[in-house]
């Protein structure tokens, strides 16, 4: 009998001991694989990209890129600037102006995929600008402020402010410590439908806080996509609106569709495809055509730093990403890559010293 319970006893201590063995290797190979997993992250080296199959590539690139010293190129930026002006005429027709849409005209939606149009009527045409505000200006500095998540702890807020225009995208946040990274000053600034729609209730009945939301951009021209799409129409109208009632001091305008059609033919000729051109894309094509020198910062598309391999956000206020149906922003940055390259414009990341 005791020795039946002795092997009993045995027989329990050899089973806990080889539970507790297995369990202690599943463990050590369970953090082991997630150490291997994580570690790229910490590595100064380049990180494997899921979503973007070119990331990786375009990264080393960048990379050696900024081992040379970025000088800019007049003549590459004439020429350049000459070409997108005569095939674009961002200087007249960037927006909708009484003078380039008269009354009783039809206007082309520039995303729709059937080709809807709209009737300028008496009440539309009176919120056109009677002629276009900058057909005959050039400024010789432009900051183009993106809002990828590569500007937080970028410290360049000043450096961003000290160019003679400043052009940002999506009325982006630009409260309290956010101007050290980002600045402040605003001369043209974007919106996206969406914002309107999500956060103020499609301006139906929270006109007050949107206007309000523009108070940190001054007297600045609120540029709106009225005529992309057919649903755009009555909240951008009700944006304007809205800033007449409330006497904001912000200047709202629309972005033409003939100007952003002759855009999109453009690019598409370089290769560059996709559903439809970013907001902030077609902002540095205009930028180009009204500034002789174009710098742009918070232009980033990946969810890595170049520098240090950090993990970012996609905005330096969130991490919502785009819809990669709509928006091809990896290769949209390849573009502007070359034209940095080429010494057309210049591309900043990382800490602008500050």
């Given at each position: 009998?005791?020795?039946?319970?002795?092997?009993?006893?045995?027989?329990?201590?050899?089973?806990?001991?080889?539970?507790?063995?297995?369990?202690?290797?599943?463990?050590?190979?369970?953090?082991?694989?997630?150490?291997?997993?994580?570690?790229?992250?910490?590595?100064?080296?380049?990180?494997?990209?899921?979503?973007?199959?070119?990331?990786?590539?375009?990264?080393?690139?960048?990379?050696?890129?900024?081992?040379?010293?970025?000088?800019?190129?007049?003549?590459?930026?004439?020429?350049?600037?000459?070409?997108?002006?005569?095939?674009?005429?961002?200087?007249?027709?960037?927006?909708?102006?009484?003078?380039?849409?008269?009354?009783?005209?039809?206007?082309?939606?520039?995303?729709?995929?059937?080709?809807?149009?709209?009737?300028?009527?008496?009440?539309?045409?009176?919120?056109?600008?009677?002629?276009?505000?900058?057909?005959n200006k050039k400024w010789d500095t432009?900051?183009?402020?993106?809002?990828?998540?590569?500007?937080?702890?970028?410290?360049?807020?000043?450096?961003?402010?000290?160019?003679?225009?400043?052009?940002?995208?999506?009325?982006?946040?630009?409260?309290?410590e956010l101007q050290r990274d980002v600045?402040?000053?605003?001369?043209?600034?974007?919106?996206?439908?969406?914002?309107?729609?999500?956060?103020?209730?499609?301006?139906?009945?929270?006109?007050?806080?949107?206007?309000?939301?523009?108070?940190?951009?001054?007297?600045?021209?609120?540029?709106?996509?009225?005529?992309?799409?057919?649903?755009?129409?009555?909240?951008?109208?009700?944006?304007?609106?809205?800033?007449?009632?409330?006497?904001?001091?912000?200047?709202?305008?629309?972005?033409?569709?003939?100007?952003?059609?002759?855009?999109?033919?453009?690019?598409?000729?370089?290769?560059?495809?996709?559903?439809?051109?970013?907001?902030?894309?077609?902002?540095?094509?205009?930028?180009?055509?009204?500034?002789?020198?174009?710098?742009?910062?918070?232009?980033?598309?990946?969810?890595?730093?170049?520098?240090?391999?950090?993990?970012?956000?996609?905005?330096?206020?969130?991490?919502?990403?785009?819809?990669?149906?709509?928006?091809?922003?990896?290769?949209?940055?390849?573009?502007?890559?070359?034209?940095?390259?080429?010494?057309?414009?210049?591309?900043?990341?990382?800490?602008?010293?500050?």
């Amino acid at each position: 009998m005791r020795l039946q319970i002795l092997q009993l006893l045995l027989s329990l201590v050899t089973i806990f001991f080889l539970g507790g063995l297995l369990v202690t290797l599943t463990w050590f190979k369970f953090n082991k694989d997630v150490e291997s997993y994580q570690q790229p992250l910490h590595k100064k080296s380049v990180p494997v990209f899921s979503e973007c199959k070119n990331c990786s590539k375009i990264i080393t690139n960048i990379a050696k890129r900024y081992a040379q010293p970025w000088k800019k190129k007049k003549g590459n930026y004439q020429k350049f600037s000459s070409l997108l002006n005569s095939k674009c005429h961002g200087a007249e027709n960037a927006i909708v102006t009484q003078k380039n849409t008269p009354l009783g005209s039809k206007i082309v939606y520039s995303a729709e995929p059937k080709k809807k149009t709209i009737e300028v009527t008496t009440d539309l045409f009176s919120t056109f600008p009677k002629k276009h505000p900058f057909s005959n200006k050039k400024w010789d500095t432009c900051s183009m402020v993106g809002n990828g998540g590569i500007l937080i702890n970028s410290k360049c807020g000043k450096q961003i402010d000290s160019a003679q225009f400043v052009i940002r995208c999506n009325i982006p946040p630009l409260e309290g410590e956010l101007q050290r990274d980002v600045g402040k000053k605003t001369n043209f600034v974007t919106a996206n439908p969406s914002i309107f729609i999500e956060k103020f209730s499609s301006l139906k009945n929270h006109t007050r806080p949107f206007v309000e939301s523009l108070r940190h951009f001054g007297d600045a021209m609120l540029f709106l996509p009225t005529f992309a799409l057919t649903f755009n129409t009555p909240v951008c109208q009700r944006a304007v609106q809205a800033i007449k009632d409330l006497n904001s001091p912000v200047r709202p305008v629309s972005f033409n569709p003939e100007y952003i059609r002759n855009l999109s033919l453009h690019w598409r000729s370089q290769g560059l495809k996709e559903a439809r051109l970013s907001t902030g894309f077609l902002m540095v094509n205009v930028a180009l055509e009204l500034c002789n020198s174009v710098d742009l910062y918070g232009f980033w598309p990946f969810g890595f730093h170049p520098h240090n391999c950090c993990p970012l956000t996609n905005h330096y206020y969130d991490n919502r990403l785009p819809s990669k149906k709509t928006h091809s922003m990896p290769e949209e940055f390849k573009h502007l890559l070359k034209l940095h390259s080429r010494g057309i414009l210049r591309i900043h990341l990382g800490d602008c010293g500050q």
